[in-house]
C-alpha cells in the first residue's frame, strides 16, 4: 500500500508562473515532511521540510504547505525558472528517521 | 564540504553472482540509510544505521541482502546471488543523527543484472 502518494506524474508550466505540487498520505502518524528535487543520473538533492506542527514553511522561492485534516501537502514554486525542471519527490518520516517517498512529478518549466 | 560519496556509479553483473556496493557519507554524520529506486518510482528504504549498529532493517527484501558498517562511517552493501528483478539504482544517505533530520543522498549506484 502505497503510503505517499503524487497523484500527478507530470506537469508544465511557463517561466515565471507558479508551479504546485501536490502529495498526499495515510499514514496519520508521519511528523516530518520533506520535499526532494532529482536531476537525471544525481542522487536526490534536499529542497525544504516541514514539521506536523507547523503549516507553512517559507525558503526563498520555496513554500510547503501542510494539511494534517487532510493529510495533504503541496510545494509551491514561484517563480518558476527553467532550472527547476526536474523530478520532485515528497518524503514522509515517523520521527525523522527512514523516509517514505512518492513516486515523484516530473516538472517541466517553459521559457 | 564532501557530500555522500558512492561507488561504484554503475555496475553491471550477472545472474547469480555477488555483488558490493560502497557509501562514504558525510563526515560527522552518525546516521546511515541505503534506499533502492527501481524505474519510475521513489526511493524505497532498505536498511538504517546509527552509529555501527542496524537499526532498522526492515526494509531489506530478503537474506540475499545485507550490510555492514563497522567503524561507524563507511558503510558496504552486499548482495548475494543477485537475481535481474535486483536491477535499481541503489541510493545512499547520511544525516547528523539528531531528528528531525534532514537526509542527504548520494549520487548512487546503477545495479544491472544479465
Known amino acids: 500500500d502505497q503510503q505517499v502518494k503524487q497523484n500527478s506524474p507530470s506537469l508544465s508550466v511557463q517561466e515565471g508562473r507558479i508551479s504546485i505540487l501536490n502529495c498526499d498520505y495515510t499514514n496519520s502518524m508521519f511528523d516530518y515532511f520533506l520535499w526532494y528535487k532529482k536531476y537525471p543520473a544525481e542522487g536526490p538533492t534536499f529542497l525544504i521540510s516541514i514539521s506536523s506542527i507547523k503549516d507553512k514553511n517559507e525558503d526563498g522561492r520555496f513554500t510547503v504547505f501542510l494539511n494534517k485534516s487532510a493529510k495533504h501537502l503541496s510545494l509551491h514554486i514561484v517563480p518558476s525558472q527553467p532550472g527547476d525542471s526536474a523530478v520532485y519527490f515528497c518524503?514522509?518520516?515517523?520521527?525523522?528517521?527512514?523516509?517514505?517517498f512518492g513516486a515523484g512529478t516530473i516538472l517541466r518549466v517553459k521559457s | 564540504g564532501a557530500g555522500v560519496s558512492q561507488t561504484p556509479s554503475n555496475k553491471v553483473t550477472e545472474k547469480g553472482k555477488y555483488v558490493e556496493l560502497r557509501c562514504d557519507p558525510i563526515s560527522g554524520h552518525t546516521a546511515l540509510y541505503w534506499y533502492r529506486q527501481s524505474l519510475g518510482q521513489g526511493p524505497e528504504f532498505l536498511i538504517y544505521f546509527q552509529g555501527t549498529g542496524a537499526a532498522d532493517d526492515s526494509g531489506l527484501p530478503n537474506d540475499r541482502f545485507f550490510a555492514v558498517r563497522p567503524e561507524g562511517s563507511v558503510s558496504t552493501l552486499k548482495i548475494q546471488r543477485t537475481e535481474r528483478g535486483d536491477s535499481a539504482v541503489y541510493l545512499c544517505?547520511?544525516?547528523?543523527?539528531?531528528?528531525?533530520?534532514?537526509?542527504?543522498f548520494g549520487p548512487g549506484t546503477r545495479l544491472t543484472v544479465l
Open positions: 518524503a514522509a518520516s515517523e520521527a525523522g528517521d527512514k523516509l517514505v
Open positions: 544517505a547520511s544525516s547528523l543523527g539528531v531528528p528531525p533530520d534532514t537526509q542527504y
